[in-house]
């Protein structure tokens, strides 16, 4: 008797999947057809070594879904999440040479740098030159305020622009600004902050190697090894420029200089884009001397902290909350174990690791009509720029996600508001996974950075620069942030807000327990970090 009712049952579902089809525009023929010519839909899938279980209801795959991406991140298991970040944390403190690198930036502003800075950003698609006024902390004006800055779009023939040939074309876009108006007096040595985005071996506080950019740009050939400084300053001379780089900093360490100079409590700096990564303010002992490479004594003299580059996007490894579709993605992925993190928090893949889980659901359980629109087929097609619409589209009807999704991706079978509602939540399993790793990952290095500060009040060496921190105090930390995930995902900042206060909140630590952590927008970081870093670099050098 069991046989019969199994073969009832079976025949019942696949009467019901051909209904499906039927309503979806499919003829009743055509849906039977397809059902008894297609044995995967009624065999077990193997995805990645895994068997996910044919037949399943749309409902029955987001349940699991659900389980998967958000289970791992609730509550006790957040932390301990948390706890093992923090302990990998500590270990590349001491020894990896990829990851928490010191900068040559120690000092965080007074709020007392005054006057007019030339600041230079150079990205991946665009150079921007500026004049920055900085008016001190306590003003009652603007505290600073970009006075004047040009944007140089860096188009593929200017990528391929060789060795001095690019220098010499950044020379002339400086030459335009600072001559317009004759507004900086170019008699006298001009000294410039540069946000770089590229790698760089820094030998000084405005000294750099230059290391190969990548990106398409060709602008280290036969230039590699040589100091930044000193390229900009020839090519400037040939314009009639007398200008110093006076400080190289990076874009993370940029926007935590950006607010630091309007909110002292500022301690981090972070980016979450298309990339992710984390600037921090930590005790110089935090990290071993093996880290600082060959810096002169006077240096280490006059520095108890220093801001780390901590390449947040490596960690993680074997930590992580991994799923069948993170597990594809990192099998496609020509360098999977590089950037772990980076896999679960940046724009770059969020989209993708969404992909992967709708061409499961459209072989499983039949979404988008059991047919992947052409356009998904390809790796990375699916945005996450188009995602953060999707989720943005509360409505019941949600036609504007209809209309953004079937714009982007056509298909043979159009997507029916039920289709992109799934689609929208797996979307938000994503995105509030990503929020909460993040948060945890804040918290985690707000944490080692306490107690890294408690262990250098501990030392005794009186040679070594006092803290100017009260350590019985609760810390009210600022954290600086930037990046088109976190400022215009919707949602994103408040969930990973919340995450942060929560961790806090339940701290093991009674001081902590009662601090806060802030998340607040840096607006035109580089261009303001770089002039700050500038400013700060300028003052210790009239102190030294």
Partial sequence: MRPFVSAMTTFRKSLLAALKSFLRGRSFLQALFAFWISPRKLKDQHINGQTVKALRTIAEFLKEAEDLLLNPIEGDRLRAFSSDLKAQFRERLQSHPECMLPSFNHLLPTGKEVGQYLALDVGG????????????????????????????????????????????????????VIHKDGVVNTEEPIPMGLAWSFPVEQVSLGGGL?????????????????????????????RGLNVQLASIINDSTATLLSQAYTHAETRFGLILGTGTNIAVHLPVSALSRFKYGKRPKSWFDSASHVIVNTELGMFGHDILPMTRWD????????????????????????????????????????LLGGELPPSLVAPYSLDTE????IEADTSSTLEKALVAFTTAHPSPIPATPA??????TLASFIS???????????FSLWELRYETALEQACEDDEEKPPT???????????????????????????KCQNHITALVSGAEHPILAAGSIDLVPAVESSIIGAAVALGCALTEGQAA
């Fill in 386 to 389: 188009l995602l953060s619409r």
């Fill in 327 to 366: 597990a594809l993605l990192n099998a496609s992925h020509s360098r999977p174990e590089f950037q772990p993190l980076e896999h679960f928090l940046s724009g770059y893949y969020l989209g993708e690791i969404c992909r992967l889980a709708i061409i499961e659901a459209v072989e499983t359980v039949g």
């Fill in 210 to 238: 230059l290391m190969g950019m990548g990106k398409g740009f060709l602008a280290t050939n036969g230039l590699l090894g040589q100091d930044l400084g000193e390229i900009l300053k020839l090519a400037c001379q040939k």
């Fill in 125 to 176: 698609s665009t150079l921007r030159v500026a004049l920055v006024q900085l008016r001190g902390r306590e003003t009652e004006e603007r505290g600073c305020e970009i006075v004047r800055m040009i944007s140089f779009k860096i188009t593929p023939d200017i990528k391929k622009l060789e060795g001095m040939a690019f220098f010499d074309w950044m020379a002339m876009r400086i030459h335009e």
């Fill in 468 to 494: 100017e921190e009260d350590l019985t105090a609760p810390p009210h930390t600022k954290v600086a942030f930037t990046g088109s995930v976190i400022e215009h995902y919707p949602g994103y900042l408040a």
């Fill in 432 to 442: 509030r996974r990503s929020a909460a790793l993040l948060g945890a990952a804040v």
């Fill in 419 to 424: 289709d992109i509602s799934v689609i929208r």
